[in-house]
């Protein structure tokens, strides 16, 4: 499958900056979303063929948001979600992720470079 | 006219009190008589008469007591011979009559009856008239058991809960168990094992019921007993709540969690935009992109120390979880060469892999694997002189594949090589001139002994020092490696963290 949009909700500015940018320069087009509810609207209305999902964003979390997109149904189903967090999740959380992403990094260990790589490896997938 | 048994008291008690009644008035009479005759006939003065007459009452009651009691006792004389007939007293054998009409009216023979009939009955253990049946007995022991107990047939249905258990009604009436088992080791990952086995008993630790933060969670151990059987109870599960030993460490997990958190989001920053900026800036001397490289190699040791913590953290409580799975040695090693090439660059040092790729297939869990190599490799980058080469081989050893890490730099001396994989330990000679958490080969220590492995290090001061540890080759192991649920997922293990491989998994 060929990745083209990408939405990125990540809270952080210098985080979220840094890997639009580097996502872009790649060709990628991204839309960039702050805020967890807002983020959230944008997966349910538009399509994006990748999702990069931060799990510690005010007002709702990511496993929230998770919850809601894969949970008794898929709504995303045409949609890659990967987890992008650098918080250590217990493992049961972690394992409760597992059933319904489909990538969990933690983002103190890639860079932006490592992303691409991981990104051009779902691209051959399939 | 038979008299039923229970109303020969009634009757009896009747009959005996008119008897003796009729006795009294009888006697008094007869003294009173007496006492008449002697005052109006034979000329005595009243009171001499009624002197006489209550002696001689006296003597008539003294007389007539033992006629009295033995009409009053005689049916416990007779039941007293009947029992001892039956109960075969060596003395009073022979049986009382009880044939008269008499005993049949006043109901003494049916009493009589009843005791031969009793005495013939067969002993009869089943007697529902008793207060408890076995069965009863074990149902309340089970019900109110200090543990909780489930009981799952053939078919893997639960057919039996006890009050502690952890589980709850499903919509269809059926019971639902509330356990998170972990993926790598689950429940019907066990089951499925246990199918060719006749009996199998496994152990999970800290299982709990819900996820952390949600309400009423507690932490079990749990212990499986399987042993197969056509129907009825197959497997039972036994489980103790843990929670209050489990729950301060819990809690000391959180903050490792939050500072951990706290700590990475800076790292990200400085690793990703220094990455930018290599890229970006064009024309960069050497000496300038010197810079951003050993700018890049210390965020990256930042990062690895953080995941030090947190892994030596887990590990000291028990929460240190692997998933082992079958992989290449050296493909776990391709995905270091960057960040470990660049690391030996910026120190000058040479850094030289010899690891073959006909080597077997290893069961290991790659992130952590990744911790123990990068760790090893940067202690031989550390300790290794100016131009110095550190070399990695690899090679099959028995049942393992063994790699060691070899530097030529100033080596140990044998005191310290004993405290080496101690936790924040560091030789007095080493703490000035080498940085690091001290905690690097104490994680490097538990996570090969929980792979299965070991670790061990050589070392002559001036000359080197090599480090060594041994991993499982996966064949030697596969059986004992349940079958994830994944099923038709494939995880893989990136050593950031997972992502699934959608080219095996069916939606």
Known sequence: MTIKTILLIEDDLFIGE?????????????????????????????????????????????????????????????????????????????????????????????????????IKSFENQK | MAIKISQFYERYKGDTIAAVMLAQVFMSSLAGAAAWYLWQYAGLDPLSAFTYSIVALIVLQVAVAPFIVAFASKPLKVLWQAIAHVSNDPVHTAPPNVNSSQ????????????????????????????????????????????????????????????????????????????????????????????????????????????????????????IGYYRKSGNGVETMLVTVDRTDEYAPQEEDMDFIALAAHELRGPITVIRGYLELLGQELQSLSPEQQQLIDRLQVSSERLSGYINNILNVSRYDRHHLKLHLQEDRLIDVVTLLIPDLALRAKTQNRKLTLHIPDTLPTVAVDRSSLSEVISNLIDNGIKYSHEGGE????????????????????????????????????????????????????????????????????????????????????????????????????????TKEGWIKNHAMFRR
């Open chain 1, 18 to 118: 840094m890997y639009s940018r580097s996502l872009n320069r790649e060709g990628y087009q991204v839309d960039l979303i702050k805020d967890g509810q807002e983020g959230l609207q944008a997966a349910l209305s538009k399509q994006y063929d990748l999702i990069l999902l931060d799990v510690m964003l005010p007002e709702k979390r990511g496993t929230e948001i998770l919850t809601t997109l894969r949970g008794d149904e898929d709504k995303v189903p045409n949609s890659r979600i990967v987890v992008l967090t650098n918080f250590e999740q217990d493992d049961e959380s972690k394992m409760a992720m597992q059933s319904k992403a489909d990538g969990y990094l933690i983002k103190a260990d890639i860079t932006p470079r490592r992303l691409l790589e991981i």
């Open chain 2, 103 to 222: 005993y049949e009216k006043t109901g003494l023979r049916a009493l009589v009856q009843t005791v031969y009939d009793l005495a013939v009955r067969p002993k009869d253990s089943s007697n529902s008239s008793t207060n408890t049946t076995p069965t009863e007995l074990y149902q309340t022991m089970t019900e109110d058991l200090p543990v909780g107990l489930i009981a799952l047939d053939a078919k893997e249905d639960v057919i039996y809960v006890n009050n502690l258990a952890p589980a709850r009604q499903g919509t269809d009436q059926k019971h639902v168990i509330d356990l998170i088992f972990d993926n790598n080791d689950s429940l019907g990952a066990w089951l499925a094992s246990c199918q060719d086995k006749l009996r199998d008993t496994h152990v999970w630790r800290r299982v709990p019921n819900k996820l952390p933060g949600e309400d009423g969670r507690k932490v079990y151990d749990v």
């Open chain 2, 390 to 493: 550190v070399i990695v081989n690899a090679n099959v050893k028995q049942n393992f594949v063994e790699v060691t890490v070899q530097d030529f730099g100033i080596g140990m001396p044998g005191s310290v090589v004993g405290n080496l994989f101690s936790k924040f330990y560091r030789s007095h000679r080493s703490r000035q001139t080498v940085s690091g958490t001290g905690l690097g080969l104490y994680i490097c220590k538990a996570i090969v002994e929980s792979h299965g492995g070991s670790i061990w290090v050589r070392s002559v001061e001036g000359e080197g020092t090599t480090f060594g540890f041994t991993v499982p080759i996966y064949s030697t192991v596969a059986d004992k490696l349940a079958e994830g649920d994944n099923g038709n997922e494939k995880i893989i293990d």
